[in-house]
């Protein structure tokens, strides 16, 4: 209202005790509403809307979903939302009624959408409401957008048989995080660096997504139940998750870890999925952390992500590193990523960074997931990296 020629529309999917009282509480502004109630006929409701965007005394309106479709309100300078829509599209026809060519040309139109908060981490109804219908909008756009693909990539798409799997790829915020995600497969951090950079608003797409990722949620189910089982024979107080996406280790676990992840997107969205967590930026092979500070590490579903050639090796020293002795680092992996004679190099090398393989489990869980599960248990023997390549990496061979 203090702006000059400054107006309001205000949208409520309640009447009753709402309507009135807001018409009557800002008389001072000459307050008018529209409901279902105002009727059509006799230019009664077509007066009210002529009054607001004609008189300068008539400053605010106050409308129902009547008036969500179709109408030009365009005198608004900004439309506040005092109910959430269900929709994307309901709260888009809500802001065009202002933001659309008509009869009142203005600059901009400010949007302003109002929620409930409650105290502590658990989101209030509104707030899960909103978040719903942001995702909904993301979604539509991603499916309208598509997902950017290699060259390489592309020029495979012409083999009839992958089809079926583009289409399958696209038809859940699960196998939309799954298809983009394997094509980070051994990519490296730089690399990743590279890609988030040239493309950030899928980058934020997917840190979105994340959470209610279900292959995430199947290694999960696979490692807490390793991790209550170590916890029998010592406390494993300091739990540090490498590569940890949004901190998925501390919300499963339901309590706090350090996270450590090269992508700042996922760190936003996990500061605000679980405050609890302590989450660092930085990469799998080189850890902002000092030495001995971990009683646990977990690297679920991204050490496949490291460069093959020095960072895969560069990362396992690092979790040795960080991890006190006796400490424990439980690492996952897609199924049959590792031939029989990676595996074979793979325990070598762990060994020479101070790890014994206490176990190692294949196709466990709904998402077929192999997992290593390494015991602090001497110190390291060599500073050397080797290349640990895999028949799962682009262009691997299992040598």
């Known amino acids: 209202m203090r702006k000059k020629d400054g107006k309001v529309l205000i949208f409520t999917d309640l009447k009753t005790g709402i309507v009135d009282y807001l018409t009557e509480s800002y008389s001072l ?41 179709g109408v030009d309100l365009t005198a608004a300078t900004a439309v506040i939302d005092l109910s959430i829509p269900l929709t994307p599209a309901e709260r888009w026809q809500r802001w065009k009624r202002s933001a659309r060519p008509g009869e009142i040309k203005k600059e ?58 583009i289409v399958r790829a696209i038809t859940s915020p699960s196998k939309a995080v799954f298809s983009y995600f394997l094509r980070w497969r051994g990519v490296g951090s730089e690399s990743a660096k590279r890609r ?13 997504l994340y959470p209610s990722f279900s292959m995430t949620r199947n290694a999960a189910d696979i490692y807490i139940p390793i991790i209550e089982r170590l916890e029998e024979k010592r406390e494993l107080k300091d739990k540090v998750d490498i590569g940890c996406g949004p901190g998925m280790l501390g919300y ?70 960080i991890l006190r002795h006796d400490g424990y680092s439980i690492i996952t992996v897609p199924g049959k990523y590792m031939s029989d004679s990676d595996i074979n190099k793979f325990e070598v090398v762990a060994n020479k960074y101070g790890f014994s393989v206490v176990e190692h489990t294949l196709d466990q869980g709904k998402s077929k997931i192999d997992v290593y599960v390494l015991h602090k248990t ?22």
Not at 196 to 208: G, T, V
Not at 378 to 387: D, E, I, R
């Open 29 to 69: 502004y000459g307050a008018v509403n529209i409901t279902g109630d105002v009727p059509t006929a006799g230019g009664v409701r077509e007066d009210l809307r002529q009054r607001f965007q004609r008189d300068p005394k008539t400053r605010i309106l106050i409308a129902t979903t009547t008036m969500n479709e």
């Open 252 to 321: 499963f676990l339901n309590q706090a870890t350090t996270g450590i992840d090269i992508n700042p997107d996922m760190l936003e969205i996990g500061r605000k999925l679980f405050p609890d967590n302590t989450l660092l930026e930085g990469s799998m092979h080189s850890l902002p952390l000092e030495d001995r500070v971990a009683d646990l590490t977990l690297c679920s579903l991204a050490y496949q992500m490291t460069e093959p050639k020095k960072e895969r090796a560069q990362a396992l020293m690092e979790m040795s590193r």
């Open 378 to 399: 001497h110190k390291a023997k060599s500073n050397k990296t080797y290349n640990l390549r895999w028949q799962g990496d682009p262009g691997g061979k299992g040598k």
């Open 108 to 165: 901009r139109v400010d949007a302003y959408t109002l929620y409930t908060t409650v105290p502590g981490p658990q989101a209030s109804l509104e707030q899960a409401l909103l978040d719903m219908v942001d995702a909904k909008e993301r979604i539509v756009t991603y499916l309208m957008k598509g997902m950017q693909v290699s060259l390489e990539e592309l020029q495979t798409y012409d083999k009839t048989e992958k089809v079926p799997r």
């Open 196 to 208: 988030m950079n040239s493309c950030p608003e899928l980058s934020k797409f997917i840190a979105d």
